[in-house]
Structure formats: structure tokens, C-alpha cells
């Protein structure tokens, strides 16, 4: 199959969760992967269908992308591909980049995933039968000729010891961070509530930590972002964390700030429960850039209303991923292209 097929392929996919026609069977589909992972509500999925449909599979990105790499592999090889399963549709990236690079894809989705997943991938089939041969999904990948993981960090080190005499991308614990001053608009700090909440803040894009000068206010944050917390509340599994970590910030006289579904408190760690907000201080501005420095193994983007901290993206963006913004900061095309020129 060649290229102008593989990227048509996905056009066609882009279009087809576009169209008003379909409506009924994505919003199925939605509920299903609800009932499988409560975290996933049909709004969330939406959210993330929509925005692969937009970002990854509009004709004109997806091949000005495309375009970078221009891959026609020699040989295709079998990649075996451990799929994240955090956030709707999490791991489609990595499906579009195997099967447009022309390589075979050995998919091991997450069971927190596999509704979404599965039916992108079956979606994939029907427009473009042809497919059927480059897919496989598999529980061992013992098979593939190179990988691309996604967990933890207790899981990347599992994943390198089974995956390390092969090429392989092996992702580990990543956050999102954000930069205030205290000049933010009412506009912008409505956008960094997306950066924070999105999917419940469970994506390695959603701001866990923000930084802060001394003395920052952090009551029109909360007040503005309070109109949101009846979709916050009424949601069980993230009602019950934040019940939890309130009772032990009040049981152990942590100070905090809390609007009745958003914890806020001070912490030198980097990944925040559910429900909870951290912030860290900083002193000036060379200050701030040294401590994102040493941070940067850790973090996925960094929100702010200025573009020159590496990684950084405007507020309300974090979770509005383009195809070149890969996970981790490894050049996931470039990897498999180098692949495909292996013989």
C-alpha cells in the first residue's frame, strides 16, 4: 500500500467523525467506553474524538506532517505498540504513526481503552480493507521487530528489560506544569481551568503543578473556575477523591485553598492527586527558568502566557495535542522512519 492510500485512509476517518451523520453511532460508541471506564463520560470521549478528527486527521496537517518525513519503508516491520489508557483515546497516535510510516501495527491496548481504540481501528479497516493485514492487536508482542511503551515509571523499567536488544521508544512519568504572574486576564485563567480539569486532569498535558510568584492570589482562579462544579461533584469516582484528600489536608492542618470540588496547596512535588492543584513559588525570572530546567525530564508542556520556556503553549492549549507535539518530546516519525529504512 502506498503512501497517497495510507494518508487518504485517514482523511476519510477524519471526515467520517466529522459528519453529522454519524452523530448517533459515535455517541454509542461513547457509551460503551463510559459503561467499560467511568472516567471516560460521552463528553469526554467527544471531547477527544472531535479533536483527533481536527488535530491528527485534517487533510492539510496531517500531510504537512507527513510531508517532514515522507515515509515508504523498505521493509515493514511488525511494531509492537503498549498503548496508554489515561485518557479517551490516548493511544491513537501512536496507531496513526506506525500504519502511515507503512509499518505493521501490534497493538496491546489498555483495558481502560479498548472501546475507543478498538473501534477507531475497525473504523480504519472498513475504509480501507487493505489494512487488515497490518493489523494485529496482541496480549504478547514477543513477535514485534520494535516497540513504542507507554506506562509508568515502574513500568518503563520492565519495558526495558524486555524491549532493550530491540529499537524502541519507552515512555515513562510525564506532567504538565503552569506559569502565573498575577497579569493573567479573567480570559486566561478560564483557559488554564481546561489545562488543570480536562478529563479530570488525568492526562500527562494536564497542569498538576503551576508557579507562582510570592504572594499570588489565587482566589479569582477559584471563583472563576466554581460555575464548573456540578460536572465535577456529580461525578462519583472524582467526588470521592476529592472527599478524601480535603478530609486528610483538614485532618493534618495542611493549608489550602478549596472552592468545593478544587484543592489548592503548596507542594514541591510535580504530580498531584485528583482533585488537588499544586503550586511552588518562585523568586524572579532566572530563577524560574533554572528550576523548568532541571525539571524538564518531568514535564510534557508548560502553560503560560509566554512562548521562550521550552515546551511551553498558551493557556487552554495543553490538551489540544498537534501531530508533532509527541509525547515526551521523542520524535515518534522520525523514529519509525529510520525504521523503515532498515532493511
Excluded at 491496548?109 to 480501507?128: T, W
Excluded at 503548596?266 to 527558568?289: K, T
Excluded at 520524535?331 to 532493511?343: C, P
Aim: include cysteine; glycine fraction near 6%.
Amino acid at each position: 500500500m502506498v503512501l497517497s492510500d495510507r494518508l487518504n485512509t485517514f482523511i476519510q476517518l477524519g471526515n467520517f467523525l466529522k459528519s453529522p451523520e454519524n452523530a448517533a453511532e459515535l455517541q454509542e460508541i461513547e457509551e460503551r467506553a463510559y459503561l467499560k471506564n467511568p472516567w471516560f463520560t460521552p463528553a469526554n470521549s467527544a471531547h477527544s474524538l472531535a479533536a483527533i478528527a481536527s488535530e491528527f486527521l485534517n487533510e492539510e496537517k496531517l500531510s504537512a506532517w507527513i510531508k517532514s518525513y515522507n515515509p515508504e519503508p523498505k521493509a515493514p516491520k511488525n511494531v509492537g505498540v503498549v498503548l496508554a489508557g489515561n485518557i479517551p483515546a490516548i493511544g491513537f497516535h501512536d496507531v496513526l504513526s506506525v500504519l502511515i510510516s507503512g509499518h505493521r501495527l501490534m497493538a496491546k491496548p489498555s483495558s481502560q481503552d479498548f472501546v475507543l481504540i478498538q473501534y477507531l481501528i475497525q473504523k480504519i479497516v472498513e475504509i480501507n480493507p487493505a489494512f487488515t493485514e497490518a493489523i494485529q492487536f496482541s496480549e504478547r508482542l514477543n513477535q514485534a521487530e520494535a516497540y513504542i511503551a507507554t506506562g509508568s515509571d515502574n513500568t518503563a523499567r520492565y519495558f526495558e528489560y524486555y524491549f532493550s536488544k530491540k529499537p524502541n521508544i519507552i515512555r515513562r512519568n510525564r506532567t504538565s506544569v503552569g506559569v502565573l504572574t498575577g497579569r493573567e486576564t479573567d480570559a486566561d485563567l478560564l483557559a488554564l481551568g481546561h489545562d488543570i480539569l480536562d478529563y479530570y486532569g488525568l492526562g500527562c498535558r494536564n497542569v498538576s503543578t503551576v508557579f507562582v510568584p510570592e504572594g499570588y492570589d489565587f482566589i479569582p482562579l477559584l471563583r472563576l473556575l466554581e460555575p464548573q462544579g456540578i460536572a465535577f461533584t456529580s461525578h462519583h469516582k472524582y467526588n470521592n477523591n476529592y472527599d478524601y484528600n480535603k478530609s486528610i489536608y483538614l485532618v493534618n492542618g495542611v493549608p489550602h485553598f478549596d472552592n468545593g470540588f478544587l484543592l489548592i496547596t503548596e507542594n514541591q512535588g510535580l504530580v498531584s492527586p485528583i482533585s488537588v492543584l499544586y503550586f511552588q513559588h518562585y523568586a524572579d525570572a532566572g530563577s524560574l527558568a533554572a528550576r523548568l530546567t532541571e525539571l524538564e525530564p518531568k514535564i510534557q508542556c508548560i502553560a503560560s502566557a509566554d512562548a521562550h520556556y521550552p515546551g511551553s503553549v498558551a493557556f487552554g492549549h495543553t490538551q489540544r495535542p498537534g501531530l508533532a507535539d509527541y509525547a515526551d518530546r521523542v520524535d515518534t516519525m522520525a523514529f519509525l522512519s529510520q525504521l523503515g529504512r532498515q532493511e
